[in-house]
């Protein structure tokens, strides 16, 4: 849900999105980045009509980086978004910091954007984001169908084997890093980090379907 809020928030913000840094689970201590998780190209595709999201900032902002928040206080940062926070309250606190430095980041990030009083539009877009931009990296879908075969089909003997022959595959081509694991991650956003790089117009197109799209 934090990857939708995010989208949500830059849309708001009338900003670009850089896409997201993912935190470290505490309790698998997962440094997966968002490139080893989902599609990002696909993420990029499924949204151009909604916001504009990057890969990287431009040059002039290459100072603005996690290390760089880590070390002082920053005019940039903002670290007062209270949980569930409305769309006013980022116009009212974001917006002035974009206008004054064309960058913000806003760390924690995690649940910091509210479910109720919000417009239909950014509704459908974090049903947008969740069910069509969200889409995992080919052998994450791999694996993930190889399990839902299996328990489909319980009485299979060798239903452990398949699996441990999955994850053997993708060792072998420097990819199995992935464990089991991965399709359950909760996943949120460590910092969110919006630009005003370029100008763009809203457009509603954001539906909530029943299933994911590819």
């Not at 928040?69 to 606190?93: D, F, M, Q």
């Not at 420097?174 to 005003?196: C, E």
């Amino acid at each position: 849900m934090g990857i939708c809020d995010a989208v949500a928030v830059a849309k708001i913000l009338n900003a670009t999105l850089v896409i997201p840094h993912l935190e470290v689970n505490p309790v698998w201590q997962d440094t997966s980045s968002f490139d080893e998780v989902f599609d990002v190209e696909h993420f990029i595709q499924i949204l151009k009509d909604d916001i504009s999201v990057v890969r990287d900032l431009p040059s002039e902002y290459s100072w603005s980086t996690r290390e760089y928040y880590a070390t002082a206080i920053r005019a940039t940062r903002i670290k007062t978004a209270p949980v569930h926070a409305s769309a006013n309250w980022y116009l009212e606190n974001v917006v002035p910091v974009l206008q004054s430095y064309g960058i913000a980041a806003i760390a924690p990030f995690s649940h910091r954007l509210a479910f109720d009083n919000m417009t239909e539009d950014i509704q459908r877009l974090r049903c947008k984001v969740n069910f069509q931009a969200l889409k995992f990296v080919p052998h994450i879908i791999e694996l993930g169908e190889a399990l839902v075969k299996r328990l489909r089909n319980p009485v299979l003997a060798n239903t452990e084997e398949y699996l441990r022959e999955v994850v053997d595959e993708h060792v072998k081509d420097g990819s199995g890093k992935y464990g089991l694991i991965r399709i359950w991650r909760h996943i949120q956003p460590a910092i969110l980090v919006v630009a005003k790089l370029n100008d763009w117009h809203w457009q509603n197109t954001g539906k909530c379907y029943g299933k994911g799209g590819s």
